[in-house]
């Protein structure tokens, strides 16, 4: 590129074109991600899978929706590539969620930030593994329970404060126990998810432990024999600290 080359929207020179335009200027005139206005996430009102491709996926996910749920909606610029977009819930109700994302993006050696707005329907939908789980089939139960209350005035504040707690879990776990989840089901003081493997229920146990520095209650149930041993469920009970099981006993303010 013969230096006095400059670009023919903001003048500059010395600067890489491309059809004479400039990176920077060439960024602000594209779309470089966008997201339609209106979206749909069906997921399994059961253990949180996703349908997507005409496939289920992400057993025992959280029923938050994240940047892994909208990232197939998002259309990009062919010289643009997303490095990463924080999605912010800003209202709505549990079956049509308003979502903000932050997307950094990168364009010719620029990284950009954009601004994306979405509302997402969610449609539950009982998945093909919950639906043909008649058997019912699982080894442990992990409990997510409020601080110390059994029961809570609230359950459905406490409930999506606990499905936070897990979705964050989640995004550490390893592939193995993130398979051993079979399902998710929903109690008045939280959430009891079966795992089809021990020690994958034991690891999550032991990893909020880490996290949260609380203690795991274990017990354990004879429910059968199997080739001549006897064969124990066991349950890990997670106490997670939080302001909504707080509410003392007393009359409606
Ligand atoms: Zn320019
Ligand atoms: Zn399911």
């Known amino acids: 590129m013969p230096p006095h080359e400059f670009c023919v929207v903001c003048g500059r020179t010395g600067r890489t074109l491309t059809d004479g335009v400039c990176a920077e200027c060439a960024a602000e005139r594209t779309s470089l991600v966008r ?7 069906v997921l399994c009102p059961q253990c949180g899978a996703r349908r997507g491709g005409g496939r289920w996926s992400r057993a025992g996910a959280s029923s938050v929706i994240t940047a892994e749920d909208l990232a197939p909606f998002l259309v990009l610029d062919p010289e643009a590539a997303v490095r990463e977009v924080r999605w912010t819930e800003r209202g709505g109700t549990p079956s049509r969620r308003e979502l903000r994302g932050m997307a950094r993006v990168r364009f010719r050696g620029l990284e950009r930030a954009v601004a994306l707005d979405v509302v997402v329907r969610v449609v539950g939908q009982t998945c093909t593994d ?3 789980r008649s ?5 442990a139960i992990v409990q997510l329970r409020g601080e110390a209350s059994p029961r809570t005035r609230r359950p459905k504040e406490l409930r999506r404060r606990l499905d936070g707690v897990w979705q ?5 776990f390893r592939g193995d126990w993130r398979s051993a989840v079979a399902w998710r089901e929903e109690r008045p003081e939280g959430w009891d998810v079966y795992f089809t493997d021990t020690l994958a229920a034991r690891s999550v146990a032991r990893l909020a432990r880490q996290r949260f520095g609380i203690p795991i209650v274990e017990s354990a149930s004879l429910f059968g024999r199997r080739n001549g041993q006897d064969v124990y469920r066991v349950t890990f009970c997670l106490r997670f600290p939080g302001r909504d099981d707080r509410t003392p006993p007393g009359p409606e303010r």
């Open 135 to 139: 058997g019912r089939y699982y080894t």
């Open 35 to 41: 997201i339609p206005e209106h979206v749909q996430v």
């Open 168 to 172: 964050g879990l989640w995004e550490e």
């Open 130 to 132: 919950c639906g043909r």
